[in-house]
Structures are given as structure tokens and as C-alpha cells.
């Protein structure tokens, strides 16, 4: 299992984050759930990086926090995308694409 | 960016809520993560094992989210300042010697920077400064020297009328008006200004209305505005104020507004009080007024351009209209060579958003030369300090190792040692610009002369303000990135085994203390060298023999032009006068003149005689001056050959003179001057009677003391070329000088009432031409002795210091017997080289830039060797008794004491 996990590169995390509450908000812990179920496993996010990176995003007001109540009945800080975060996420897919196609056509040709 | 600062000070004060909401949701994500490997199988310990192995630390988490939350920058700048705060409370005695050497650092040069702004910088109150342009006369036969800003009543008219690209053009001339209705005079600043002087500057009433070109026509009634702060003085700020009348040189004047607070008119350092306008001037001056004369320079006049005229369209239309206006302005009487020249003369326009001032150009200089003196203090006060935090910082020597060892990384001690030196630099600024309003005011009346009250808008602007806050930044960092790097390069081990510092490295460590007071004797040096310029300068001044002496001599100035007497009467009430006034008890001798020595006016004309090589042009210049036979006795002038004037040169005598060594001199070579003839050059037509030499008396100074003996010519006052209206009496006193004003002012009120009298003595006229000469002396020696005294604390701090830091080894040398006297040397042997380094480089320093100071000294060269020698020797005497003491408390080292403290 440990052998398939990759070292996300940097800034990768943020995107992560963003798109994955573009569905619907969530808590820290369904984040990491759901990167690592929708990845295979592949991606599996620390609470070390996680945390950080939520508080961060959510300075910058690209998510904003409330807490809620989770599925098992639990006081849970849950986090949501903005109106700004919206914007910041197709700004940062599209960026990703172009990075991803160049990087590939490098790789397939050079 | 507001966003962000105010989330960061969210997190900041909600602290304990955001940290509690941080526990709370790690606390839920570590309980779900659990419960998962739960669900997977695994038994409740190994759930919770294996979920803490994947958490890592919790508080290294935490401290992680504050820093993504942005809370740590803030909070440890807060922790930093609470610290310093309380590290510097500690040594309360050194950080309030250094708050206060900063004060007065910061403080004095903010003072002069002040000064600088509000004389050379500031816009003028008015409304769009920067369009206007002053009006100035280029005379093609000097186009080297500066554009003359005066201009005849005629000039002005006719370039008014002749021009159509102004929006608005005025002009205008300051003056003194009398209020008093005879007896001792009270000046107020006065102010002629033409039609559209208001509203071209966009000035507003602050009461009644302002002076337009209504107002100023020719044989206009008098009208007057006045100033808002003569109004609020003088009038208490009531409305009834307009609509009341002013007699200004007894002539009676309607008050029909004020103007608008704040407004002080466009020459800086002087303000008018009340404003009349330019036609009034024939109120004054009766039918043959200034109005039509074409030889009296007195308007200045300036304009805003009309908005579609750019800068070099201006220039080139003002050039175009000169000549019709120089033509039709011509002075008829001069002679025709004069009168070509006039005609070739131009309009200029110069820019006046910073207004006019004659402070500029008499100020400049010295006020630059200040800055560069406070500059050198502030820099002097720098090193000081440096060398107290140096000194602390040793001191905190432990506390820094144990800080470290704790983890804290070099750039956070640094920043916190900063900012402790960005607090004390803080303090010491704002002491300072209290410091700062009061010495600027004082300068201000510092200059301030008899005749010329300066009036300064002083109130700190924008650019002060940044400065003072730039000097304090910049100082803070100076002097603390030294200490501050130097004291965090601590070795652990060393500073853990708890052993003091061994003497190799004490000895390195003092090096940079030994740097810094070597660089504030070397500006020490330079600030007390010219401190000794320019105190052997104005010494040399004062004790100069002026030909003239200047002690128990009032002079009192009396005007005859507001009352109804007969010009060819006036001589004779003079007379009247001055003889009642010599026999005033208290009064040894008295005369009457029409000038005086030193009174910033003048009287000249060429002379010429009858001898082949007879100088002409500049060289046939002579200085004369009026006077009535007492008049040498009572000044002490003395006469060295010849006769005085007397009773019998009347108006119809023969004319005579007596003249002076130089004039004698230069006119009759060969020594034989007495009884020989000159004449006064003579306009063409009107020739003038050859005048005969009585008399020879001693160079005096005329104009200023700074000057070389001019050619001087006394004439009996009975023989004056032309009425004077105002003469001038002088009184030799037994007593105070002053003390006779009330019996003088009976004597001449016994003749008239209605004569204005205006007293000083002669004392203070000599004084006030040397405003300059003593601002200089005063203001550097006062911070000579400054520098003097910080560059000793300097040295006694730091060697005070280097002594207790070798203690131990001052110990095991006397107890190996080396004797006292060698202790003695080893610590004085230090002094010597840190004062001769910094002698040597001070000197360097000193030679190098004294050269600046050359135009403002008198009768000394800027490396006059005296004042070398001399400051070199005080600065030499001064170190070695400040070294001396710690020096001494060396050899006084009890070597067991200093043992056993291991």
C-alpha cells in the first residue's frame, strides 16, 4: 500500500482542497476520505499538511468555516468554497491543465 | 491585503477561541480517523497507535496553523516590544540617558530641518502655488548676476497695462506704517499691495472684504486690510474692527476687511499686519509721490499666467512686451549712456510657489552648515549609544546563550535586540520633536533683529514629520545592528560551561567598542574645529577696532515728514533738538547725523579731482555721511589731523569736508589730502562746488564690520545736498543708554509732539548685523561641547567596561607581581591608540571639509592651525580624563578578590 502513494507537489494540495468542496462542504477529516477514496488510494493527505493548508486557504477567502453537525452527530468544523474560491478554482484547473498537456506532450515526444 | 490583516487580528484577539476551535477540530479528525481503523478491524489500541503515529506532534500542528493563520508575525512583534519594554526598564539610568541624547539628537535636527522647510521648501498657503511666476528684470550688462525682483510704480503700470497673458498679476512692497501719532514709534509690518494681489492668489475675508482694483486707483482714500493676526491682536477678533479707522504714519486709514487666517503674504519670514493699496503710497508722499517715480525701485511683482500660455510662451511674451514697457517708463533725468542700458533691460519670469525671501539667501549657507553640524551630532549620540548597547549585550551575554540553546534561531534574537534599539530610537523622537518645536522657535528669535522681527510659520508639515520619523528609523537601526550582531554570535559551549568570557576573547570583543569611540573622537574633532572657526571668527568681530565705539551710545531716529513744517525749516528744529538733547543730565555729548555706522544704509557717490592719475569708475566711489560738529567727539572717531567742523559752517560757508585714511589715501597718494579739493560727480547741467578737505580722521567701518574701510566723506549737516527729513541723534550717556529714553522723549516733545522717535543704541545695531556670525558661534559651540561630553561618556562607558571584563587578569598579574603602574599603562596605552586613531581620521576629516565654512569666517583661514592645535589639545585632554578613571579603578584590583571569583 505504501508503495503506490505519491508526494503531492507543491501548491497540488490547495487545488485538491478546493475542488473537492466544489461539491459540497466538508469537514477536514471527509477532505482526506475523499482525496484518498477518488485517488485509489494513490493520494493520501497528512493532517500535517491538511490543517495548514485549510487555515491558509481560508485567510486568503477562498473558504470560509462554520461548524456543523457531522454525520455521527458530532460538533465538526466544516469548511465551504466562496465566491472568490470559485473563481481561484477554475483559475487553478485550468493552470493545472496546461501544465499537465505540456508536461505529457514533453514526455511522449522529447 | 485589509482582508488579510484584519483575519491575522482576528486571530490575534480571539486568540483563545481560535486556538480551542483548532483543538476541537484536530480532537474530532483524530476521533473519526479512529473510529475508521475501528471499522476496519483493528482493536481500540492499535486504532489509537497507529492514528497518533500519523498525527505527529499536536502542538507542532497548532504552531503550524498559526502560522498559516498569520497570527505569529503580530504576535511576536507584540512579544518582542512587551520584552523590550521590560529589558530596557531594567537599566532605567542607561536607557533614559539614551532616550534623551536621541531626543536631543533627533530633536536638533529636526529643528533645522524645520527651519530648511518652512524658509527653502514649503508652497505657499495660497491657492495653486506652483502657477504662479515672479516678474524679475534681467540687465543684459550683468547676465551673470541674479534677476532683479524691483521695480518703479511706472514699470509696473505699464507692464499691467500692456500685457494680456495674466490671469492675474499684482504687485507689492512691504513697509513698516507707524500707528503712534507721535512720540516713541510702534511700527507695524505694512504692506502696499495693488488691485489684484487677493484675488490673484485666491485669498479670501475672513471679515469685511479685501482690497480690488476698485480700490487702487490713482488718488485713491485710504483703505486698509488687515492681516488675521493682527486683527485677532489688536482688535480682539471683533467684527467691529471693519469699519473702524488706523492712523498709519498719522494719516488716517478706513479698515474695510481681514484676510483670510493662516495668509501671511509672499515673502517668507516676514508678515504684513495691515495692507493698503499701491495708490496709497501718494498718501504718504504728497503730490510728488513714489507713484510717478522712475528712479524709486520699490514694488516687487508677480503673476499666474493664463492657463493656455505654457512656461516658455510666458517667457517669450514677456520678452516681446519689454521693450514698449521699458520705454515708456523711461527715467527722463539720466544720463543718456544709463539710459541706453535701461532700454536694453527685460522681463523675466522666475517661479514663486515657494515664495520670496532675503532669509534664503542670507540663511542658506548657514542653515546647511547647521545641518551638517546636528547631522554630526546625531551620528556622535549613534556611536555612544552603540557602545552603552554593546556594553549591555555583554552583559546579557548568558541570557542570549541560554535563549539560544532553547532553540531560538540568530535572526529572531537579532530582530528582538532590534527592536529594542527601534524602541529607545522611537522615544528619543518623540521627545525629540518636542524638543524640536522649542528650538526652532528659539532659532527663530535668534534671528530676529531689531528691525526685522522674523515670522516663521512653524507648524510641522508632512515632510518634517517624515523626517523626523525617518532620522529615528534610521538611527535605531545605526545603532543597534552592531551590537545586536556582534552579541548573538555567542559560542554555546563556552557561555554553558558558565566560565566569563576568557580575556582573548574580552579583548576581541572590545574591538568594536574600541571602533566606535575612535569614530566619535574623529567627529568630534571636526564638530569642535569649526565650532573654533566660527567662535574665533565672531571673536575677532566683536573686539575688532571698528573706528567707532559702540558702548553707552543711544541712538534716536527722528522723522520731521508728518508734521507741517516748511522743508527750510526743518534744519532749524533739528538744531533745536539736538541742542536741548545735550543738555540732558546723563548725557556726556550728543550730535545728529544722517547716517549711522552699520545701519544697512547707504549714501555714496564718485567723486572727482583734479590730478592726472585721479581714480575713476568703482575705484572713485566714496561713502559719505552728514553730520553736525559733535558728531566724532560722541561716536569717539577720532580726528588725526585738521580741524572739526563747527558752528561757523553753516549752510552758505565755504564747503568742507573731513574725510578718512582711505579715502585720502586713495584719492591723494602723496599724503598731502588736507586742505585740497574734490567734487561730488554732478548730473549733467546741475555742477557742483569743489568741496575742500579740513579735516583726516580714522577708518571707520561703514556698512558692515565684515568690510574693508570704505572712502568716507563727512559733511557738515548744515551743508546736506539735499532735505533729509529724517535725522539721527546720537547720545553718549553716563548711564545706561536706555534709561534716557523717557527725558529724550520729554526733551523733543518740548519742541514737538508729532516727531516719531525710534531708540536703540548703538550696541545693538552693531549686533544685529552679526546675526549670522553669532547663530553659527552659539549654536556650534553649544553642540561642540555636546559632542565633547558624549564622546567622554563614550569613552568612560566603554572603557569602564573593557576594564571589569579583565579583571581576572589585572588579578594574576599583580599577583605575580606585576606593579601598579604598569596596570595603569596597559589600560592608558588603550586610550592613546583609540584617541590618536581618532584624531588622525578627524583631522583628515576636518581638513577635508572645512573648506565649505570659508565664506562664512572672518580673518581666519579654514585651517587656521590655532583652532587645530586648540581643539586637537581639548579633545587630547578631555579623553585622558576620561580614561583615566576607569584606568584607576584597573589598579585598584584586589588580586584575591578577583581570584577567587572564579
Same mark, same amino acid.
Given at each position: 500500500?505504501?508503495?503506490?502513494?505519491?508526494?503531492?507537489?507543491?501548491?497540488?494540495?490547495?487545488?485538491?482542497?478546493?475542488?473537492?468542496?466544489?461539491?459540497?462542504?466538508?469537514?477536514?477529516?471527509?477532505?482526506?476520505?475523499?482525496?484518498?477514496?477518488?485517488?485509489?488510494?494513490?493520494?493520501?493527505?497528512?493532517?500535517?499538511?491538511?490543517?495548514?493548508?485549510?487555515?491558509?486557504?481560508?485567510?486568503?477567502?477562498?473558504?470560509?468555516?462554520?461548524?456543523?453537525?457531522?454525520?455521527?452527530?458530532?460538533?465538526?468544523?466544516?469548511?465551504?468554497?466562496?465566491?472568490?474560491?470559485?473563481?481561484?478554482?477554475?483559475?487553478?484547473?485550468?493552470?493545472?491543465?496546461?501544465?499537465?498537456?505540456?508536461?505529457?506532450?514533453?514526455?511522449?515526444?522529447? | 491585503?485589509?482582508?488579510?490583516?484584519?483575519?491575522?487580528? !482576528?486571530?490575534?484577539?480571539?486568540?483563545?477561541?481560535?486556538? #480551542?476551535?483548532?483543538?476541537?477540530?484536530?480532537?474530532?479528525?483524530?476521533?473519526?480517523?479512529?473510529?475508521?481503523?475501528?471499522?476496519?478491524?483493528?482493536?481500540?489500541?492499535?486504532?489509537?497507535?497507529?492514528?497518533?503515529?500519523?498525527?505527529?506532534?499536536?502542538?507542532?500542528?497548532?504552531?503550524?496553523?498559526?502560522?498559516?493563520?498569520?497570527?505569529?508575525?503580530?504576535? =511576536?512583534?507584540?512579544?518582542?516590544? !512587551?520584552?523590550?519594554?521590560?529589558?530596557?526598564?531594567?537599566?532605567?539610568?542607561?536607557?533614559?540617558?539614551?532616550?534623551?541624547?536621541?531626543?536631543?539628537?533627533?530633536?536638533?535636527?529636526?529643528?533645522?530641518?524645520?527651519?530648511?522647510?518652512?524658509?527653502?521648501?514649503?508652497?505657499?498657503?495660497?491657492?495653486?502655488?506652483?502657477?504662479? @511666476?515672479? /516678474? &524679475?528684470?534681467?540687465?543684459?550688462?550683468?547676465?551673470?548676476?541674479? *534677476?532683479?525682483? =524691483?521695480?518703479?510704480?511706472?514699470?509696473?503700470?505699464?507692464?499691467?497695462?500692456?500685457?494680456?497673458?495674466?490671469?492675474?498679476?499684482?504687485?507689492?512692497?512691504?513697509?513698516?506704517?507707524?500707528?503712534?501719532?507721535?512720540?516713541?514709534?510702534?511700527?507695524?509690518?505694512?504692506?502696499?499691495?495693488?488691485?489684484?494681489?487677493? &484675488?490673484?492668489?485666491?485669498?479670501?475675508?475672513?471679515?469685511?472684504?479685501?482690497?480690488? $482694483?476698485?480700490?487702487?486707483?490713482?488718488?485713491?482714500?485710504?483703505?486698509?486690510?488687515?492681516?488675521?493676526?493682527?486683527?485677532?491682536?489688536?482688535?480682539?477678533?471683533?467684527?467691529?474692527?471693519?469699519? #473702524?479707522?488706523?492712523?498709519?504714519?498719522?494719516?488716517?486709514?478706513?479698515?474695510?476687511?481681514?484676510?483670510?487666517?493662516?495668509?501671511?503674504?509672499?515673502?517668507?519670514?516676514?508678515?504684513?499686519?495691515?495692507?493698503?493699496?499701491?495708490?496709497?503710497?501718494?498718501?504718504?508722499?504728497?503730490?510728488?509721490?513714489?507713484?510717478?517715480?522712475?528712479?524709486?525701485?520699490?514694488?516687487?511683482?508677480?503673476?499666474?499666467?493664463?492657463?493656455?500660455?505654457?512656461?516658455?510662451?510666458?517667457?517669450?511674451?514677456?520678452?516681446?512686451?519689454?521693450?514698449?514697457?521699458?520705454?515708456?517708463?523711461?527715467?527722463?533725468?539720466?544720463?543718456?549712456?544709463?539710459?541706453?542700458?535701461?532700454?536694453?533691460?527685460?522681463?523675466?519670469? =522666475?517661479?514663486?510657489? =515657494?515664495?520670496?525671501?532675503?532669509?534664503?539667501?542670507?540663511? @542658506?549657507?548657514?542653515?546647511?552648515?547647521?545641518?551638517?553640524?546636528?547631522?554630526?551630532?546625531?551620528?556622535?549620540?549613534?556611536?555612544?549609544?552603540?557602545?552603552?548597547?554593546?556594553?549591555?549585550?555583554?552583559?546579557?551575554?548568558?541570557?542570549?546563550?541560554?535563549?539560544?540553546?532553547?532553540?531560538?534561531?540568530? *535572526?529572531?534574537?537579532?530582530?528582538?535586540?532590534?527592536?529594542?534599539?527601534?524602541?529607545?530610537?522611537?522615544?528619543?523622537?518623540?521627545?525629540?520633536?518636542?524638543?524640536?518645536?522649542?528650538?526652532?522657535?528659539?532659532?527663530?528669535?535668534?534671528?530676529?533683529? !531689531?528691525? %526685522?522681527?522674523?515670522?516663521?510659520?512653524?507648524?510641522?508639515?508632512?515632510?518634517?514629520?517624515?523626517?523626523?520619523?525617518?532620522?529615528?528609523?534610521?538611527?535605531?537601526?545605526?545603532?543597534?545592528?552592531?551590537?545586536?550582531?556582534?552579541?548573538?554570535?555567542?559560542?554555546?559551549?563556552?557561555?554553558?560551561?558558565?566560565?566569563?568570557?576568557?580575556?582573548?576573547?574580552?579583548?576581541?570583543?572590545?574591538?568594536?567598542? !574600541?571602533?566606535?569611540?575612535?569614530?566619535?573622537?574623529?567627529?568630534?574633532?571636526?564638530?569642535?574645529?569649526?565650532?573654533?572657526?566660527?567662535?574665533?571668527?565672531?571673536?575677532?568681530?566683536?573686539?575688532?577696532?571698528?573706528?567707532?565705539?559702540?558702548?553707552?551710545?543711544?541712538?534716536?531716529?527722528?522723522?520731521?515728514?508728518?508734521?507741517? /513744517?516748511?522743508?527750510?525749516?526743518?534744519?532749524?528744529?533739528?538744531?533745536?533738538?539736538?541742542?536741548?538733547?545735550?543738555?540732558?543730565?546723563?548725557?556726556?555729548?550728543?550730535?545728529?547725523?544722517?547716517?549711522?555706522?552699520? $545701519?544697512?544704509?547707504?549714501?555714496?557717490?564718485?567723486?572727482?579731482?583734479?590730478?592726472?592719475?585721479?581714480?575713476?569708475?568703482?575705484?572713485?566711489?566714496?561713502?559719505?555721511?552728514?553730520?553736525?560738529?559733535?558728531?566724532?567727539?560722541?561716536?569717539?572717531?577720532?580726528?588725526?589731523?585738521?580741524?572739526?567742523? %563747527?558752528?561757523?559752517?553753516?549752510?552758505?560757508?565755504?564747503?568742507?569736508?573731513? /574725510?578718512?585714511?582711505?579715502?585720502?589715501?586713495?584719492?591723494?597718494? %602723496?599724503?598731502?589730502?588736507?586742505?585740497?579739493?574734490?567734487?561730488?560727480?554732478?548730473?549733467?547741467?546741475?555742477?557742483?562746488?569743489?568741496?575742500?578737505?579740513?579735516?583726516?580722521?580714522?577708518?571707520?567701518?561703514?556698512?558692515?564690520?565684515?568690510?574693508?574701510?570704505?572712502?568716507?566723506?563727512?559733511?557738515?549737516?548744515?551743508?546736506?545736498?539735499?532735505?533729509?527729513?529724517?535725522? /539721527?541723534?546720537?547720545?553718549?550717556?553716563?548711564?545706561?543708554?536706555?534709561?534716557?529714553?523717557?527725558?529724550?522723549?520729554?526733551?523733543?516733545?518740548?519742541?514737538?509732539?508729532?516727531?516719531?522717535?525710534?531708540?536703540?543704541?548703538?550696541?545693538?545695531?552693531?549686533?544685529?548685523?552679526?546675526?549670522?556670525?553669532?547663530?553659527?558661534?552659539?549654536?556650534?559651540?553649544?553642540?561642540?561641547?555636546?559632542?565633547?561630553?558624549?564622546?567622554?561618556?563614550?569613552?568612560?562607558?566603554?572603557?569602564?567596561?573593557?576594564?571589569?571584563?579583565?579583571?581576572?587578569?589585572?588579578?594574576?598579574?599583580?599577583?605575580?607581581?606585576?606593579?601598579?603602574?604598569?596596570?595603569?599603562?596597559?589600560?592608558?596605552?588603550?586610550?592613546?591608540?583609540?584617541?590618536?586613531?581618532?584624531?588622525?581620521?578627524?583631522?583628515?576629516?576636518?581638513?577635508?571639509?572645512?573648506?565649505?565654512?570659508?565664506?562664512?569666517?572672518?580673518?581666519?583661514?579654514?585651517?587656521?592651525?590655532?583652532?587645530?592645535?586648540?581643539?586637537?589639545?581639548?579633545?587630547?585632554?578631555?579623553?585622558?580624563?576620561?580614561?583615566?578613571?576607569?584606568?584607576?579603578?584597573?589598579?585598584?584590583?584586589?588580586?584575591?578578590?578577583?581570584?577567587?571569583?572564579?
Amino acid at each position: 500500500m505504501a508503495q503506490k502513494r505519491i508526494e503531492l507537489p507543491q501548491g497540488t494540495l490547495d487545488l485538491l482542497i478546493l475542488r473537492t468542496l466544489a461539491l459540497e462542504p466538508q469537514h477536514g477529516w471527509a477532505i482526506s476520505e475523499r482525496i484518498q477514496q477518488i485517488s485509489s488510494d494513490v493520494l493520501l493527505i497528512q493532517q500535517g499538511s491538511l490543517y495548514p493548508a485549510l487555515h491558509r486557504l481560508e485567510r486568503r477567502g477562498w473558504i470560509k468555516a462554520k461548524w456543523g453537525t457531522s454525520e455521527n452527530n458530532r460538533r465538526a468544523k466544516y469548511y465551504e468554497l466562496t465566491k472568490t474560491g470559485r473563481k481561484q478554482l477554475e483559475l487553478e484547473k485550468d493552470t493545472w491543465k496546461k501544465l499537465a498537456t505540456a508536461v505529457a506532450q514533453i514526455l511522449e515526444t522529447a | 491585503m485589509f482582508n488579510d490583516l484584519l483575519f491575522r487580528l !482576528r486571530s490575534l484577539f480571539r486568540r483563545d477561541a481560535v486556538e #480551542s476551535e483548532a483543538d476541537a477540530e484536530l480532537r474530532f479528525h483524530f476521533d473519526q480517523q479512529v473510529e475508521k481503523y475501528l471499522n476496519s478491524g483493528l482493536t481500540r489500541e492499535e486504532a489509537m497507535r497507529r492514528t497518533r503515529l500519523e498525527f505527529g506532534g499536536h502542538e507542532q500542528l497548532k504552531e503550524e496553523i498559526r502560522d498559516a493563520r498569520g497570527v505569529n508575525l503580530i504576535e =511576536t512583534l507584540v512579544q518582542d516590544i !512587551r520584552y523590550g519594554l521590560r529589558i530596557l526598564g531594567r537599566t532605567p539610568m542607561i536607557s533614559s540617558v539614551a532616550v534623551l541624547s536621541l531626543a536631543l539628537g533627533i530633536g536638533a535636527n529636526t529643528a533645522i530641518f524645520s527651519l530648511i522647510d518652512t524658509v527653502m521648501l514649503r508652497m505657499l498657503p495660497v491657492e495653486k502655488p506652483d502657477e504662479l @511666476t515672479q /516678474v &524679475r528684470i534681467q540687465d543684459p550688462r550683468s547676465p551673470n548676476d541674479e *534677476a532683479d525682483p =524691483t521695480f518703479t510704480n511706472p514699470l509696473w503700470e505699464e507692464l499691467r497695462n500692456r500685457q494680456d497673458f495674466y490671469s492675474g498679476i499684482f504687485a507689492w512692497n512691504l513697509t513698516q506704517f507707524d500707528l503712534a501719532q507721535g512720540g516713541a514709534v510702534r511700527d507695524v509690518n505694512g504692506m502696499f499691495a495693488s488691485g489684484e494681489y487677493f &484675488r490673484t492668489l485666491g485669498i479670501r475675508p475672513a471679515a469685511g472684504r479685501l482690497i480690488t $482694483s476698485e480700490d487702487d486707483k490713482r488718488g485713491c482714500s485710504g483703505v486698509a486690510v488687515l492681516s488675521y493676526g493682527f486683527w485677532q491682536d489688536h482688535f480682539g477678533g471683533a467684527e467691529s474692527a471693519v469699519g #473702524s479707522t488706523l492712523s498709519l504714519d498719522n494719516h488716517i486709514f478706513h479698515v474695510i476687511g481681514v484676510s483670510a487666517p493662516g495668509f501671511f503674504g509672499l515673502e517668507v519670514g516676514n508678515k504684513f499686519d495691515v495692507a493698503v493699496p499701491v495708490c496709497a503710497a501718494e498718501i504718504f508722499d504728497g503730490p510728488k509721490s513714489r507713484l510717478d517715480g522712475r528712479s524709486w525701485w520699490w514694488l516687487n511683482v508677480a503673476g499666474r499666467s493664463k492657463l493656455d500660455v505654457s512656461p516658455e510662451q510666458l517667457k517669450a511674451r514677456l520678452a516681446v512686451v519689454s521693450p514698449l514697457v521699458f520705454r515708456a517708463a523711461l527715467p527722463q533725468d539720466w544720463e543718456t549712456k544709463d539710459q541706453q542700458a535701461f532700454l536694453k533691460r527685460s522681463f523675466e519670469p =522666475t517661479a514663486a510657489a =515657494t515664495g520670496t525671501s532675503y532669509l534664503r539667501q542670507q540663511f @542658506t549657507r548657514p542653515l546647511h552648515i547647521l545641518m551638517g553640524v546636528v547631522g554630526l551630532v546625531l551620528l556622535i549620540t549613534c556611536a555612544n549609544i552603540a557602545s552603552l548597547m554593546l556594553a549591555r549585550a555583554s552583559a546579557r551575554h548568558k541570557e542570549i546563550a541560554v535563549r539560544k540553546a532553547l532553540g531560538a534561531s540568530r *535572526a529572531r534574537l537579532i530582530r528582538q535586540l532590534l527592536t529594542e534599539c527601534v524602541l529607545l530610537s522611537t522615544a528619543g523622537a518623540m521627545f525629540g520633536m518636542l524638543f524640536a518645536r522649542w528650538g526652532s522657535s528659539l532659532l527663530v528669535r535668534y534671528i530676529s533683529t !531689531r528691525d %526685522n522681527t522674523v515670522f516663521l510659520d512653524l507648524s510641522f508639515d508632512w515632510r518634517i514629520l517624515s523626517f523626523a520619523a525617518g532620522v529615528a528609523v534610521f538611527t535605531g537601526i545605526l545603532f543597534g545592528v552592531l551590537p545586536a550582531f556582534r552579541s548573538t554570535r555567542v559560542s554555546l559551549t563556552s557561555a554553558m560551561k558558565g566560565s566569563q568570557a576568557t580575556d582573548i576573547e574580552s579583548r576581541a570583543r572590545f574591538r568594536p567598542g !574600541r571602533w566606535i569611540v575612535a569614530s566619535q573622537v574623529a567627529l568630534s574633532l571636526v564638530l569642535l574645529v569649526a565650532s573654533g572657526l566660527f567662535l574665533r571668527s565672531l571673536v575677532k568681530l566683536v573686539t575688532m577696532d571698528v573706528g567707532f565705539d559702540r558702548n553707552n551710545v543711544l541712538i534716536v531716529r527722528a522723522n520731521l515728514h508728518n508734521l507741517k /513744517v516748511a522743508p527750510e525749516q526743518q534744519p532749524r528744529m533739528f538744531d533745536e533738538i539736538e541742542s536741548r538733547l545735550r543738555t540732558l543730565p546723563g548725557v556726556v555729548s550728543a550730535s545728529r547725523s544722517v547716517m549711522t555706522p552699520v $545701519s544697512n544704509y547707504v549714501w555714496n557717490s564718485d567723486l572727482e579731482v583734479d590730478a592726472p592719475n585721479a581714480p575713476t569708475g568703482d575705484a572713485a566711489l566714496a561713502f559719505f555721511n552728514f553730520v553736525s560738529p559733535g558728531y566724532l567727539g560722541t561716536v569717539r572717531t577720532p580726528l588725526l589731523a585738521g580741524r572739526n567742523f %563747527n558752528e561757523g559752517d553753516t549752510e552758505t560757508a565755504p564747503r568742507i569736508a573731513i /574725510v578718512n585714511e582711505t579715502l585720502a589715501r586713495k584719492f591723494f597718494p %602723496n599724503g598731502d589730502a588736507l586742505g585740497k579739493y574734490f567734487r561730488i560727480h554732478a548730473d549733467p547741467g546741475k555742477p557742483e562746488p569743489p568741496i575742500q578737505i579740513v579735516g583726516l580722521a580714522k577708518d571707520a567701518k561703514y556698512g558692515s564690520l565684515r568690510e574693508e574701510a570704505h572712502a568716507t566723506a563727512y559733511f557738515p549737516i548744515a551743508q546736506v545736498t539735499e532735505p533729509v527729513e529724517e535725522q /539721527v541723534f546720537e547720545l553718549r550717556t553716563a548711564m545706561r543708554p536706555s534709561a534716557l529714553v523717557p527725558s529724550v522723549e520729554e526733551a523733543v516733545g518740548s519742541v514737538s509732539k508729532a516727531v516719531p522717535l525710534e531708540f536703540h543704541t548703538l550696541a545693538e545695531q552693531v549686533a544685529d548685523s552679526l546675526v549670522q556670525e553669532r547663530l553659527l558661534a552659539t549654536l556650534s559651540t553649544f553642540f561642540g561641547a555636546l559632542a565633547l561630553s558624549l564622546a567622554m561618556i563614550g569613552l568612560y562607558g566603554a572603557l569602564s567596561y573593557l576594564v571589569a571584563q579583565r579583571q581576572r587578569e589585572f588579578g594574576i598579574r599583580m599577583a605575580l607581581g606585576a606593579p601598579r603602574d604598569s596596570i595603569l599603562r596597559l589600560v592608558m596605552r588603550d586610550v592613546v591608540i583609540v584617541l590618536a586613531g581618532g584624531l588622525t581620521v578627524g583631522a583628515g576629516l576636518a581638513l577635508a571639509t572645512v573648506g565649505v565654512l570659508q565664506k562664512m569666517l572672518f580673518g581666519l583661514a579654514p585651517h587656521d592651525a590655532f583652532t587645530f592645535i586648540a581643539a586637537i589639545g581639548v579633545l587630547s585632554a578631555v579623553a585622558v580624563v576620561a580614561g583615566y578613571m576607569p584606568a584607576r579603578r584597573a589598579t585598584r584590583v584586589d588580586p584575591m578578590v578577583a581570584l577567587r571569583y572564579e
